[in-house]
């Protein structure tokens, strides 16, 4: 909250003010990014499941990107207005007209937006912002203290690099779970 008031040039209890308590804000600042994330969006219509899938989330995820913290603030946080309502309903529309329940439906959907903001939060630890790179996660310099341990040594590349490569692998993997998991193809 320091923090924030410090961006804003007012004092910490100025917030209180707006807001009785720090969640209260945070659900405000969430919202207002969603507003953001989807003010130039448009769904298609003609979209598969699967192709609505991968175009939220890679849209979500290059949005939180934007934000310091931006995965952290958004997890968790609860949308103050309605604006969400419309493409949720689009988007259970198109899956319930694909052959899968509400719930699986809910719980496709559900996967992959909690696959999306685990990943961006485990990559905001390393890079705060697209042009930073957090103190500690020199891939060398951990190769060489874990040389005792060559495949762990050897798997920071994997982990902390080329991280548009293993979210779209990744995205990919938990779709095909949906469809296996499910038989809807």
């Keep these: 909250m320091s923090h924030i008031a410090r961006e804003l040039d007012v004092k910490a209890p100025a917030l209180y003010w707006h807001f009785k308590r720090k969640q209260a804000m945070l659900d405000e600042m969430a919202t207002e990014m969603y507003r953001r994330m989807v003010a130039d969006s448009l769904l298609d219509p003609g979209d598969t499941w699967q192709e609505r899938l991968l175009k939220a989330d890679r849209g979500l995820r290059a949005a939180l990107l934007g934000y310091r913290d931006g995965a952290k603030v958004f997890s968790g946080s609860r949308f103050t207005g309605i604006e969400h309502a419309g493409q949720m309903e689009d988007t259970l529309r198109l899956f319930t007209a694909a052959g899968f329940t509400l ?14 903001l685990g990943f961006v939060t485990e990559e905001q630890g390393v890079k705060p912002l697209p042009d930073e790179r957090r103190e500690g996660y020199d891939i060398e310099e951990r190769a060489r203290l874990m040389a005792d341990f060559p495949l762990s040594a050897r798997a920071g590349a994997e982990i902390f690099e080329d991280h548009d490569r293993h979210f779209a692998e990744g995205l990919a993997l938990v779709i095909a779970g949906i469809e296996a998991r499910y038989g809807i193809r």
């Design 103 to 116: 719930a699986q439906a809910v719980c496709a959907t559900s996967t992959t937006y909690l696959y999306t």
